[in-house]
């Protein structure tokens, strides 16, 4: 610190170095996952990204001390923007087939957003890493089952709600979706149409009118807009309803929605635009 309160050149410097260094890091990070989603972790190297940067390699190193720690916070990165756009919206909706849905609508949204400019995370990297092992690979395969996870539980948690068939094998029902959901961005990718993700949002709609229970009326799944209007519905109801319709006398929490004996029969399926694709997932 110099006379009247002035820096000195040298500590001004050295200030605003350690003030960028968050900084620099995020830009660095954001560039390297546009690198890896479009050319997989092997087109990503400390040369490349130091020239795209303008950036010395020294610098880059300042951050990351090897390739490995770039792949894992580059990983860590991208498994923190999936959680955000794809996992926590799911929670701001009921428990049980509102919540299934909205993760398979937001998976669709996200690849549909671009939110990562190539297909690499969650799809390339996983069958690349599956079968490996070491830190990169372990933590792309955590990232595969945490969806995985997320999708089986919402399954069962429409199920215990009495919602869908409970007699349904939770596990293929999760299968069915995320095929779903990876065969419509295949399609995108292959026909460069983005309509193909509407199509891929009625098929998941139809996959769970196969399932539900009367406890969900056929209206409900006439058209996108009849969906929308019936989950919107049952958020009011949801809001609206007293504390006491949510417990038994004593003090006993009742099962929310308990169904009347006559609700829980699942009704015909019906016909859907993605009638194939709903043939080949049900064999």
């Not at 610190?1 to 820096?7: D, E, I, T, V």
Request: aromatic letters at 8%; charged letters at 30%; one cysteine or more.
């Amino acid at each position: 610190m110099g006379l009247f309160g002035r820096r000195k050149s040298g500590e001004t410097k050295k200030s605003s170095g350690v003030s960028k260094g968050p900084e620099t890091r995020k830009r660095i990070l954001a560039h390297s996952m546009k690198i890896a989603a479009s050319h997989g972790l092997a087109g990503l190297t400390i040369g490349r990204l130091a020239q795209d940067l303008g950036m010395s390699k020294s610098g880059l190193f300042a951050h990351f001390r090897s390739k490995r720690v770039l792949e894992l916070a580059t990983i860590n990165e991208a498994r923190k923007i999936f959680t955000s756009q794809v996992l926590v919206p799911a929670t701001a909706g009921n428990e049980g087939i509102e919540h299934l849905w909205i993760l398979c609508d937001s998976w669709l949204a996200h690849v549909e957003r671009r939110v990562f400019p190539g297909g690499y995370f969650f799809t390339g990297a996983f069958f690349e890493c599956a079968e490996r092992s070491g830190a990169v690979e372990a933590e792309i395969n955590a990232m595969a089952r945490e969806w995985w996870t997320s999708l089986k539980s919402a399954v069962l948690k429409a199920q215990d709600r009495k919602q869908i068939d409970p007699a349904a094998d939770a596990r293929r029902v999760s299968f069915d979706l995320n095929g779903m959901l990876m065969a419509a961005y295949w399609a995108f990718l292959v026909e460069k149409d983005p309509g193909i993700f509407g199509e891929g949002r009625i098929a998941v709609r139809a996959k769970l009118e196969s399932l539900a229970t009367t406890r969900i009326p056929a209206s409900a799944f006439k058209s996108e807009d009849a969906w929308k209007e019936y989950l919107k519905g049952k958020r009011v109801q949801e809001k609206e309803k007293p504390l006491s319709a949510l417990r038994r006398p004593g003090g006993k929490k009742a099962p929310s929605g308990a169904p009347s004996p006559h609700q829980t029969t699942v009704p015909e399926k019906r016909k859907s635009v993605f009638d194939g694709l709903r043939r080949l997932t049900q064999k």
